[in-house]
């Protein structure tokens, strides 16, 4: 047989039961064991969900976060967090949200600072960042890793531990001084080796060790460094399987095929034309594994065009041959056999995490005993490539018309910023320091509730729409009460930002039960971007007025820009993603319009996932920035001078791609940078910004209530760096995830900040 295995699972449960656990155990409802048992239930369900694979992997389960688990499996602790004593998840907890279970913390139950989060290479999935310093030190505590292998082989399972490799590791994080990362190498590589021992001595044959980093661009420093690596690693008593993932190798293709370990992995969805350079390099006596079946989408794989080329291939290598998936399943939903409501068609074309597994046994079993083994399942698979391909709900031709007819003048302001900015003063009369909020408010059981009730039929269209309209009008008060300057209406009638005005597009389906991790306990369910788009009516015209009848200050729109569109859906491959995302721009501008049209003066188009759509080569990030600022454009564009056009920006680093979002001219950015204390800002230094900017001064990502006097000191920083008079004071998020016990001192402390910078 074919030996197929898998680099990873999707850990939050089919049914988010993990999500539900973590919220339950940090509210204090629950117990430590409570939690524990979840996580032990959910790690045998997902092992025997893997049976039949000839590896399964072990240590990709965690509790929030991988990369936070590699920082305490390696004794990289921040130093706010080193004096606290018990139990290490609670620590890890520390780190990952600022406080623990029931929020019950030293120092008044202030808890600490968050560790900072930031994207995974270009998914949507977050990480806890490493951080460094010139006098970091590793101690190994193997127990976590050591106890899940104990676990899984008690079980029968054919385990394989699974690390986040030493270089990408150094990679992944932030020096918190001017010291060199690389330079903690020659520390860090004897913790790994004691580490690939202890597994070694625990019985474990092959160790998955991830590497993503090489498919970036890296200067020589670093490629020397996976070379001294792996060569001192090469002496442990493991065999290495070294995966990548997320895109060719190019130019570290040589590198990766002679660094002295059993095995390789080839992401094959997004490297083939690798496939046939790696096999000339590759040393005889080591293990290929392709990735043959997308781990990033939820498209189903087209398994006779994917046995057309892996045939040669294994006639070529044969034992030496292994499938998986391209990347860990963790960015896919878990089983569509859950998905009740998607119509039979639609559901014939897509595949979740387990139904991706049974794919990749297929091709093994055609490999090992010849396509009539597997001919029911080829002849069912090809009906639905085909179904696809044909599909007038696929391709539409007016779309596609209105595609075409796209001329630069969509993409322009009528007038440069400075001539917007003074019409805008004139006609929104803000003072100095202006205050906003970045769009919803917290999602209250009431506003579940009602959905809930709404989407079963329990409560009528009429109802439903009185009980969102509570909800707004409460928000309205709130803010009227804490004196922010410019308000939101809350988005209560949203689920999520990019489903809400999915559902309302041509060309989005929708999942019941697919959910992925974003971080922590936070599950997003992205749409199904399947057709080509349009708008057949307004979205948010009808909420936005209403929340502004309730009040005379200023009322913000709300919308979600295409390229976040775009990056947040699970997006179809049978067309360039610009294309996609050109169309989205179109149906946005619609919007846009009529926003403005109902009266509507400060619109704020979100685009949070700009810089995770990058590619990860360098080289081609032109390119994507071109189309990409494109869309936004031509979203944002239509409308007049006086109308002030937002956009909004989370957990990215961006000062290098700055350029590209000056190009982007909206009137105001916000941004976070509240837990990277105002690093984020260092890019303005030697760019000269010269539009509005709010920096993000609230982290909603955390519980903790940030004060006065701490808002002051960041906006004052930012001062530094932006004129004073440029500057908004905003969360550097929504605050959707929070409950309006937090958000209200929060933003009290906010406002009072803002008048303290005023009067000073």
């Known amino acids: 047989m ?56 072990v240590g990709d389960f965690a509790f929030y976060d991988q990369v936070l688990d590699m920082s305490f499996t390696l004794g990289n602790l921040p130093e ?15 780190v990952a949200r600022g406080r623990t279970a029931g929020h019950s913390e030293c120092c008044g139950g202030s808890g600490v600072q968050a560790g900072e989060m930031t994207k995974w ?123 990548t993932y997320f895109g060719p190798l190019g130019d570290n293709l040589h590198l990766a095929c002679t660094l002295p370990v059993a095995g390789l992995h080839l992401d094959a969805i997004h490297a083939r034309e690798e496939l046939m350079p790696v096999l000339n390099l590759l040393p005889s006596h080591k293990v290929l594994s392709l990735g043959v079946i997308n781990g990033r989408n939820i498209w189903r794989t087209d398994l006779q065009a994917t046995l057309a080329w892996l045939e040669r291939v294994h006639a070529r290598l044969g034992d030496r041959l292994w499938l998986a998936p391209s990347c860990s399943l963790l960015h896919v939903p878990v089983d569509l056999n859950n998905e009740q409501q998607l119509d039979t068609e639609l559901r014939s074309w897509l595949a979740f995490a387990l139904q991706k597994l049974d794919e990749l046994r297929c091709l093994a079993k055609a490999l090992t005993h010849g396509r009539e083994a597997v001919k029911d399942e080829l002849a069912a698979n090809a009906a639905a490539m085909a ?30 910023y400075a001539a917007r900015a003074r019409q805008q003063a004139a006609l ?29 039929g329990a409560l ?28 939101v209406h809350g988005e209560a009638e949203r689920n999520d930002m990019v489903e809400y005005f999915g559902e309302q597009l041509e060309g989005y389906a929708f999942s019941q039960f697919g959910w992925v991790q974003s971080y922590g306990s936070r599950c997003v369910k992205p749409p199904i971007l399947f057709g080509d788009i349009s708008r057949p009516q307004a979205m948010t015209v009808a909420w936005t007025r209403y929340a502004q009848s309730l009040t005379t200050k200023l009322m913000k729109g709300m919308l979600t820009g295409p390229v976040t569109m775009l990056n947040w859906s699970f997006v179809r491959d049978d067309q360039p993603r610009a294309d996609t995302c050109l169309q989205l721009a179109l149906a946005i501008r619609q919007e846009v319009l009529d926003l403005e049209q109902a009266g509507v003066r400060v619109i704020q188009i979100d685009e949070a996932a700009l810089r995770e759509g990058l590619p990860l080569r360098r080289s081609q990030w032109q390119t994507y920035l071109d189309w990409a600022v ?30 590209a979002i000056a190009d982007m001219d909206a009137d105001v950015i916000t941004i976070e940078t509240s837990r990277s204390d105002m690093e984020l800002l260092d890019a303005f230094e030697h760019f000269h910004y010269p539009n509005e900017i709010g920096p993000g001064v609230y982290d909603i990502h955390s519980p903790n209530i940030p004060t006065q006097a701490h808002i002051v000191q960041l906006m004052r920083k930012a001062a530094e760096r932006i004129p004073a008079e440029r500057l908004w004071v905003n969360p550097d998020c929504g605050l959707k995830t929070r409950q309006w016990a937090e958000v209200i001192p929060a933003l009290r402390n906010m406002v009072e900040a803002a008048r303290t910078l005023r009067a000073a």
């Open 460 to 487: 009528d269209e009429a109802g439903y729409q009185a009980a969102m309209h509570a909800e707004i009008a409460r928000s309205v008060k709130e803010q009227e009460d804490l004196g922010l300057d410019v308000l």
């Open 428 to 456: 929104l009369k803000l003072p100095p320091y202006p205050t906003t909020t970045i769009g919803s408010f917290p999602q209250t059981p009431e506003i579940r509730q009602a959905r809930s009730q709404y989407k079963a």
């Open 2 to 57: 074919v030996t197929t295995h898998n680099l990873g699972f999707p850990r939050i449960g089919a049914k988010r039961e993990l999500k539900f656990a973590l919220e339950a155990y940090w509210k204090g409802q629950t117990s430590r064991e409570d939690l524990l048992a979840v996580g032990a239930r959910l790690r045998q369900q997902h092992w025997q969900a893997q049976s039949g694979l000839s590896q399964v992997p």
């Open 121 to 243: 290479f270009d998914t949507n999935y977050h990480y806890i960042v490493p951080e460094f310093a010139a006098d970091t030190t590793f101690k190994l505590d193997a127990s976590r890793l050591l106890a899940q292998l104990d676990e899984a082989r008690s079980q029968g399972v054919k385990a394989r531990p699974v690390l986040i490799g030493p270089v990408t590791y150094l990679w992944l994080g932030k020096a918190k001084d001017a010291s060199n990362k690389l330079a903690l190498l020659e520390r860090l590589l004897p913790v790994y080796a004691e580490l690939l021992d202890q597994l070694a001595a625990h019985g474990a044959e092959w160790v998955q060790i991830d590497e993503p980093v090489l498919v970036t661009e890296l200067d020589t420093d670093w490629r020397h460094a996976l070379s001294l690596a792996y060569h001192q690693l090469k002496a442990c008593r493991v065999k290495l399987l070294l995966t």
């Open 387 to 416: 179904s696809r391909h044909a599909s007038p709900r696929v391709h539409k031709p007016a779309v596609q018309a209105a595609l075409a007819r796209i001329t630069p003048e969509l993409g322009r302001r009528h007038s440069p």
């Open 630 to 659: 494109q869309a936004f454009r031509i979203s944002a564009n239509g409308v007049q001078d006086d109308t002030q056009i937002h956009t909004h920006m989370c957990y990215s680093e961006f000062n290098d791609i700055i350029a």
């Open 80 to 94: 706010r967090v080193q004096g606290f004593h018990g139990d290490a998840l609670d620590n890890a907890f520390r």
